[in-house]
T-cell receptor
Framework: DGGITQSPKYLFRKEGQNVTLSCEQN?????MYWYRQDPGQGLRLIYY???????QKGDIAEGYSVSREKKESFPLTVTSAQKNPTAFYLC????????????FGPGTRLTVL | GEDVEQSLFLSVREGDSSVINCTYT??????LYWYKQEPGAGLQLLTY?????DMKQDQRLTVLLNKKDKHLSLRIADTQTGDSAIYFC????????????FGTGTRLLVSP
């Protein structure tokens, strides 16, 4: 089955620690995205990548970093510089040739203790 | 700038129709979308409408687009308890890549 997987589903982190969220897709999509979701708010774009070895900052990139070394993988690191990292993180991918759908993973809930 | 607004909450009884409304600001949007999110899960695309259409129907779902007023609505006929979820409206921003701008989401509660 084709799709997007995110791991882990739940993640707990102590303040001051970096943590990396995994996102993998086997849809052969070029573009991948990371969003952050807070209660009562829509999704906000953190980073996006249109092609391997290239990525761009979204609206709220401060305190986050990404890499795109492989087409199928787009990990997100939440650094200690992110002041309020507790949130639900969603990864998505899209076929650049078909501009009508982003496919979403199941999400990772990060809690900072 | 881009902004998408939705009411936060809607409650209906099973079997009734639900209408979820959305307003957006970017008149150059190419596509407008409705996504559904069940508790603790990712988003699932329900339907989308191209900006040159007024209406799109897909089984129990009807999307209406009023470009003049920048208003989008999603009507769910014969609403079921399984339709309880958060519904997000999104527009595709007119940038060099497909950026989606999401509304705050409307939580639909369907009671028996």
């Amino acid at each position: 089955d084709g799709g997007i997987t995110q791991s882990p589903k739940y993640l707990f982190r102590k303040e001051g620690q970096n943590v990396t969220l995994s996102c993998e897709q086997n849809l052969n999509h070029d573009a991948m995205y990371w969003y952050r979701q807070d209660p009562g708010q829509g999704l906000r774009l953190i980073y996006y990548s249109q092609i391997v070895n290239d990525f761009q900052k979204g609206d709220i990139a401060e305190g986050y970093s990404v890499s795109r070394e492989k087409k199928e993988s787009f990990p997100l690191t939440v650094t200690s510089a992110q002041k309020n990292p507790t949130a639900f993180y969603l990864c998505a991918s899209m076929d650049r040739a078909v501009y009508n759908e982003q496919f979403f993973g199941p999400g990772t809930r990060l809690t900072v203790l | 700038g881009e902004d998408v607004e939705q009411s936060l909450f809607l409650s209906v009884r099973e079997g009734d129709s639900s209408v979820i409304n959305c307003t957006y600001t970017d008149s150059s949007s190419t596509y407008l979308y409705w996504y559904k999110q069940e508790p603790g899960a990712g988003l699932q695309l329900l339907t989308y409408i191209f900006s040159n259409m007024d209406m799109k129907q897909d089984q129990r779902l009807t999307v209406l687009l009023n470009k003049k007023d920048k208003h989008l609505s999603l009507r769910i006929a014969d609403t079921q308890t399984g339709d309880s979820a958060i519904y997000f409206c999104a527009e595709s921003a007119n940038t060099g890549f497909q950026k989606l701008v999401f509304g705050t989401g409307t939580r639909l509660l369907v009671s028996p």
